[in-house]
């Protein structure tokens, strides 16, 4: 049967200030997630990063600086006896706040990209050494545990896009 195609409505609406694409710009490129996960398993320091990692010098500074730019993490000063001040990188709120992302994005590559004999690490509670994962709950507090429950909706900062007509495809 041949009928007309309607385009998806969201195609309607402009993706310019997507928060998704913004947290992106900011965490999505390799080193930074390293460099994130060295600072939340306890390494502030530039060259103890540099060791452990392996990332090229100007990269790290690249990435570090750019989490400080961006307030996920703050910069404090350290002096070994008779060396230059230094500084080793801190979370911030904002940095914190990445945690469950971490936890999540480790819970995945455990799972699906782990070596044969498990996982080189594992996130676990400090009262109990249970391994942690993320789950995740409605405001109401009702656990989503299928993909199929999650709706999205228009939030209070979409914007409709000016021009639909470029947007008309054919089969």
Request: hydrophobic fraction near 35%.
């Amino acid at each position: 049967m041949v009928g007309k195609v309607t385009k998806p409505s969201a195609l309607d609406w402009d993706v310019d200030n997507c928060t998704i694409s913004r947290a992106m710009e900011i965490l999505g490129e390799k080193w930074t997630m390293v460099v994130l996960r060295e600072v939340f398993t306890g390494l502030r320091r530039f060259d103890d990063m540099r060791v452990r990692t392996r990332i090229p010098r100007q990269v790290l500074a690249n990435r570090l600086s750019a989490l400080v730019e961006h307030g996920v993490l703050r910069r404090e000063p350290y002096q070994e006896p008779g060396a230059r001040v230094r500084h080793e990188y801190r979370l911030t709120e904002k940095g914190f706040d990445l945690y469950p992302v971490l936890i999540a994005l480790a819970g995945w590559g455990n799972r699906y990209l782990a070596d044969p004999e498990g996982p080189p690490i594992q996130l676990v509670h400090r009262d109990c050494a249970a391994e942690l994962h993320v789950e995740i709950y409605c405001a109401e507090e009702h656990p989503v545990t299928e993909h199929r429950d999650v709706l999205p909706r228009l939030g209070p900062g979409a914007r409709r896009r000016e021009d639909t007509t470029s947007t008309e495809h054919s089969d």
